[in-house]
């Protein structure tokens, strides 16, 4: 990206041609699937134009999908639009469905908490009013990439200190004994709201799967409740079918 390329950009108003160059440099291969812009500072003083412009530029190619900005770590090219295959019939966590494809599973704390529940989210978990709640909520991510934001409701019973979930909620969950033996899922089709969208670097509005599921443990008690957001533009959840 330079101001020599930049003047060579088709004509119309500055910030247009700067996306015209930053698409060409995209669509030649000088910019690679995940790599990063330099700070928009940077770029403004490289190109000789002003950060309003370079603003304008990179918002509406975020919002076009050819850009990500990410949180804290900068805009970036997106990556090759490949897609993760999920079985959506199978009671796995995120960390494994991960690892299993060879990815590192990590996450971002948003809400780790013990408090008291809404009145619908006593009655999900089954709990009476004054029964405290256990809420996780965070970012995950395979190999730095976001994923999905999951928020979870356990009952404080079960896990009455959430600061023992590292990495794994079903790996602590194993370890206490209490690992989920059967789940109902419901999915539907969302549009991502401002904060989802900023923290999975995606357009908002753009599609999302929402994800609930509830586990149980063997006696049937409720385990979890977990709302998933998960990238529509990066998961096919597939399911096995049987004649029923
Ligand atoms: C999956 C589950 C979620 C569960 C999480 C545990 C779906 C739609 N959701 O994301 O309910 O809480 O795994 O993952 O699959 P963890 O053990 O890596 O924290």
Redesign the pocket.
Known sequence: LTSDRLAAAEGGPLYVRLQAMIRDAVESGRLAPNASLPPERELASTLGVSRVTVRKAIGGLVAEGLLRQRHGSGTFVAGEGKRFELPLSRL????EDMRSRGLE?TARWLLRQVGMPSSAEAMILGLSPTERITRLNRLRLANGEPM?V?R?LLPARLMPDPTIVE?????ALAAAGLRPVHAT?RVNAENADEGDARLLGIPTGAAILA?E?I?HLADGRVV?F?R?HYRGDAYDFVAELKPG
């Open positions: 796995s966590s995120f960390s599973p999905a999951e979870s990495g794994s909620l079903y790996d899922q994800i599921r586990s979890e977990t998933s």
